[in-house]
């Protein structure tokens, strides 16, 4: 598939055919994706692929749970329907820090610009959300579908802990990977005047 064309036809799909998708073309689209960029080349992810259909349904009744407990309400479809996946990536972040980040955290001067270096930039997490979107892509392009998905965080420290990740690695999205079920249309994307300002 071209690359414009993948990026123009990718959806996020979230109805999943029942088979089973072969490891090697998961570990295809990860080894791909790892060539995404990250600042300092830090290439601070790491995956875990979940195939075990006892801990997807442990981790969705994790989440319908929390969600219950936090609105007093059913979780919706959205939050949970990642276990009717064959395949869901669990992305961590690793911890970065840069050499800037050094300076910042030891300078009293300048508490607020390493708030905003850590905690509004962060360069880490955007380092792992390009390798994200990576995955997204070369997984359309091998004729799989899938989901960028954060709604299921809410019970981001019960999944960490069923998945035995431990500080300072974090937890930051589920990918549910599988054959899709399309989607009959792609949502709309706003015009490229509207989200553009010139500066020459």
């Given at each position: 598939?071209?690359?414009?064309?993948?990026?123009?036809?990718?959806?996020?799909?979230?109805?999943?055919?029942?088979?089973?998708?072969?490891?090697n073309l998961i570990k295809k689209i990860i080894e791909i994706s790892i060539n995404s960029p990250s600042g300092g080349n830090a290439q601070n992810w790491f995956v875990y692929i979940i195939k075990n259909k006892?801990?997807?349904?442990?981790?969705?009744?994790?989440?319908?749970t929390v969600y219950k407990n936090v609105t007093g309400k059913d979780a919706p479809g959205v939050y949970v329907f990642f276990n009717e996946a064959p395949v869901v990536l669990a992305i961590v972040e690793k911890p970065y820090v840069g050499s800037i980040d050094k300076i910042l955290e030891n300078d009293d001067k300048n508490k607020d610009r390493n708030f905003d270096r850590k905690f509004i930039v962060n360069p880490g997490l955007q380092?792992?959300?390009?390798?994200?979107?990576?995955?997204?892509?070369?997984?359309?392009?091998?004729?799989?579908?899938?989901?960028?998905?954060?709604?299921?965080?809410?019970?981001?420290?019960?999944?960490?802990?069923?998945?035995?990740?431990?500080?300072?690695?974090?937890?930051?999205?589920?990918?549910?990977?599988?054959?899709?079920?399309?989607?009959q249309s792609k949502s709309s994307r706003t015009g490229v005047e509207e989200v553009i300002k010139i500066i020459d």
């Open positions: 598939m071209e690359l414009t064309e993948a990026i123009k036809t990718r959806k996020s799909i979230r109805k999943f055919e029942p088979e089973d998708i072969d490891l006892d801990v997807l349904n442990k981790i969705r009744g994790e989440v319908e380092g792992v959300s390009s390798f994200i979107a990576h995955i997204l892509l070369v997984a359309h392009n091998e004729g799989l579908g899938a989901c960028w998905m954060t709604g299921p965080l809410i019970a981001k420290p019960e999944i960490e802990n069923m998945l035995g990740i431990k500080s300072p690695d974090n937890l930051v999205a589920l990918i549910p990977v599988g054959k899709p079920v399309e989607r």
